[in-house]
């Protein structure tokens, strides 16, 4: 089973990236964006309590994200894999990630970490914002934040798999499809 934990800050090309990666690898994608999204959407509990957090541009805590990922990952039989994408986003997420997944008898096959330079995500969340309309990408303040919270507190899991074994670089600038490009390399090399 090919499972990708594909990491970047705000506005790295994630969720675009994640698409072309599904198409050719067959996997299944799981946003913890879209998941909160649609628990937010459906007003449920658990959504409630993530909007009052990503509102501020905080992180949601990781009880209430690893329960949420867990319900997704058990509702699909037989899957070639998952891309995990924005998640985890702590240490304790990644052991906890790790601990699930080796349950199903499986495990993480590679992180592969978009890096971008700050100045072009704030370029990037705007526009994007401009586009969908989301309501976290338009505030510069709300950015700044979810920025400074993804330098010090998301940052740190690459070293998490660094000492796996199991991190690769990715040069997130270029266009789309250079960035898919070194991305595939970086898979079809595992």
Sequence with gaps: MLNIVLFGPPGAGKGTQSERLIEK?????????????????????LGTLAK??????????????????RSEVVKHESPRGFIFDGFPRTNA?????????????TGISVMLAL???????????LKRAEVSGRADDANPEVIQ?????????????KS????????ISIN???????????????????
């Design 172 to 190: 997130g600038i270029g266009s789309i499809d250079e960035i898919t490009n070194r991305l595939f390399q970086a898979i079809d090399s595992i």
């Design 160 to 167: 998490f798999y660094q000492a796996q074994n199991k991190f």
């Design 115 to 125: 890096e971008v330079e700050e100045s072009e995500l704030k370029t990037r969340l």
């Design 93 to 105: 997420q990644a052991e906890a990630l790790d601990t699930f997944l080796n349950e199903l008898g």
């Design 25 to 45: 690898y067959g996997l299944v994608h799981l946003s913890t964006g879209d998941i909160f999204r649609a628990n937010i959407k459906g007003e449920t509990a």
């Design 145 to 157: 934040n979810r920025i400074n919270v993804y330098n010090q507190e998301t940052a740190p899991v």
């Design 52 to 69: 009052s957090y990503m509102d501020q541009g905080q992180l949601v805590p990781d009880s209430v994200t690893i329960d949420m990922l």
